[in-house]
C-alpha cells in the first residue's frame, strides 16, 4: 500500500508541473481525484488489507488525498489568476474550441496589437511610417553595417526574388534608413529629433514551431536627438510594455549583437502563457525574445545622412525591433504563434468586432 501511495504521488506532481491550462488540469483531477480516480481505487485496496491495519492506512490514504487536493488547489488558483491577468483589454479568454461568434467581422489580434502600440507612440511624440514589404539588399543590409559575405547575414535567411539583390524584408530594420534620410534634414535644420516607429511584415526562412513563423510582424522604432542615451531607450521600452499590459510586465535586459547597434541589447519578457515555468511557447526557458534593441551604430547613421561627428550638433540614437505577432501572442494569451496565419475563424472571430 505505501509503494502504491508513493508511486501515484510521484505521478501526481510530475504531471502537475505540466499542467497550464484549465483543460489539463481537470484531467489531472479526473485522474487522482474523482470517483473512478487513482486515489478512489487506494480505497478499493484497503478492504484488501488484515483488520489490523486498516486504520494505519485509512489514515494514510486520507492524508494522501487531502495532500493531492491542496496541492490541485494551489495550482487551480494560480492558473486561474495568470489567466485573468491575460484578459486585459477586452480580449476574451482565447479558447481556440470555442464556435465562430462574429456575424460583423471582427480585426486580426495582430492589427488591434499594432494600432494601439501606433497610440501609444504617437502620444509620446512618435511619427507612424510605413515601408515596402521588398526592399533592396542595400537598405535591408548594407545601409545596416552588414556588408556582404558578413556572417550576421545568416542569422536572417530570407526570400530572394529573381531580380538581383532584391528580397523580402526579412526584418523592419530595412527601413531606418529611409527613415533617417526623410526626417534627417529637419533634425539639422530646426533640431527637431526623429522619432518614428514603422510596423511591418516580415519574411523569413525559418523552421516553424510554436513561436517562429516564415512571415510575422516587427514593429521597428528609432529616436535621434542630442545627447540620446540607452536610459532613454530603457524609458521606452518600459513605458510602451507597460501600457500594452496595463500593469507591470517582468522583463530582463541581456547583451545582444547586431551589426547596426552598439551596445546591442535582448529584451526578453517573462512568458506570460506559463507565468515564468516553461512551456512551448517559450521552449521551456520561461522567457521569450521580444524586443532586440540598442544604440545605433554611427555607421549607420552617416549612411543616413545624420552628422556624428560635428560639435555642436553630434547626434546620438536608439533603436529597437519589437516582434509583433509575439507580443499579440503574449498580450491574448495564445500559445501557438501558427494560430495567426492559420485564417481558422474559430481562432480570429474572438477579438474585438468591428
Ligand atoms: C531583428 O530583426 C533586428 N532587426 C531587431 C533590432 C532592431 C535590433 C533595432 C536592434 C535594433 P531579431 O532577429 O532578433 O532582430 O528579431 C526581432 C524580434 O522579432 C524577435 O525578438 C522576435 O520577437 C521577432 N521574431 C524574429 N523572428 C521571428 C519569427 N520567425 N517568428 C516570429 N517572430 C519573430
Known amino acids: 500500500m505505501i509503494d502504491m ?8 506532481y510530475k504531471k502537475l508541473r505540466d499542467v497550464n491550462d484549465v483543460k489539463s488540469l481537470e484531467e489531472l483531477r479526473l485522474d487522482f481525484l474523482s470517483k473512478k480516480g487513482q486515489v478512489s481505487a487506494l480505497m478499493k485496496e484497503l478492504s484488501k488489507v488484515p483488520d489490523e491495519k486498516k486504520k494505519e492506512y485509512g489514515r494514510l490514504i486520507n492524508n494522501f488525498k487531502k495532500e493531492l487536493t491542496d496541492r490541485f488547489e494551489d495550482r487551480k488558483s494560480e492558473i486561474v489568476s495568470l489567466q485573468e491577468k491575460l484578459l486585459i483589454d477586452g480580449a476574451e ?8 461568434n462574429c456575424p460583423d467581422g471582427s480585426y486580426h489580434p495582430i492589427t488591434l496589437v499594432q494600432r494601439e502600440l ?24 548594407e545601409a545596416l553595417n552588414i556588408p556582404e559575405f558578413h556572417p550576421a547575414r545568416d542569422m536572417q535567411d530570407t526570400y ?8 523580402l524584408k526579412s526584418h523592419t530594420s530595412a527601413a531606418q534608413n529611409a527613415i533617417l534620410k526623410k526626417y534627417g534634414p529637419m533634425l539639422h535644420e530646426t533640431g527637431r529629433p526623429i522619432r518614428a516607429v514603422f510596423p511591418g511584415r516580415c519574411f523569413r526562412n525559418e523552421a516553424i514551431d510554436a513561436n517562429h513563423e516564415n512571415t510575422f510582424f516587427q514593429m521597428e522604432g528609432i ?53 515564468g515555468k516553461g512551456c512551448p511557447s517559450c521552449k521551456n526557458s520561461g522567457w521569450l525574445e521580444l524586443c532586440p534593441c540598442g544604440m545605433i551604430h554611427p555607421n549607420v547613421l552617416k549612411h543616413g545622412g545624420i552628422n556624428t561627428d560635428e560639435e555642436p550638433f553630434k547626434y546620438t540614437g536608439f ?3 519589437l516582434g509583433l505577432t509575439r507580443l499579440a501572442m503574449m498580450k491574448y494569451g495564445v500559445g501557438d504563434i501558427r494560430a495567426f496565419n492559420s485564417g481558422d475563424l474559430n481562432t480570429l472571430s474572438q477579438f474585438k468586432s468591428i
Open 319 to 321: 533603436a529597437f525591433g
Open 93 to 100: 479568454s482565447y479558447d481556440e474550441s470555442l464556435p465562430v
Open 160 to 167: 530572394y526574388l529573381t531580380t538581383p539583390k532584391e528580397l
Open 5 to 12: 501511495v508513493d508511486k501515484f504521488r510521484e505521478q501526481f
Open 118 to 141: 501606433e497610440d501609444i507612440f504617437e502620444s509620446m511624440g512618435f511619427d507612424v511610417e510605413d515601408y515596402n514589404e521588398i526592399v533592396d539588399d542595400y537598405h535591408c543590409f
Open 223 to 275: 529616436m535621434v536627438d542630442k545627447d540620446i542615451s540607452i536610459s532613454n531607450l530603457i524609458y521606452f521600452m518600459k513605458t510602451m510594455l507597460s501600457e500594452v499590459f496595463g500593469r507591470e510586465v517582468t522583463v530582463r535586459l541581456r547583451p545582444g549583437f547586431f551589426p547596426f547597434v552598439e551596445p546591442g541589447f535582448e529584451l526578453d519578457i517573462q512568458c506570460l502563457i506559463c507565468g
